[in-house]
């Protein structure tokens, strides 16, 4: 087995209300962040995130805590890491 890449980060973004997806548990209809405020607080909790790094992609504002990038051998034993930190 070969190395694997594990990249581990906190952070936030404000999303596009207009360009990020919401999912619904039961039925999987899918609707933007802007109907999704439209909901009551309660038919909030049916949904959630449909896709954590496209509503990063379209943020109008972010920024990482940190983010690492870590290398890990076939036993789970890191091999090498570059660690970002704000």
Do not use: P
């Amino acid at each position: 087995m070969s190395n694997r890449i594990i990249v581990e980060f906190s952070g936030w973004v404000e999303c596009d209300s207009d360009k990020v997806k919401f999912v619904r548990f039961i039925t999987n209809d899918v609707i933007t962040g802007a109907e999704w405020l439209k909901l009551s607080e309660d038919d909030r909790d049916d949904y959630m995130l449909e896709d954590c790094i496209e509503a990063q992609k379209t943020s109008v504002d972010g920024s990482y805590e940190h983010m690492d990038v870590i290398i890990v051998d076939e036993n789970h034993n890191e091999v090498t890491s570059i660690r970002t930190h704000s």
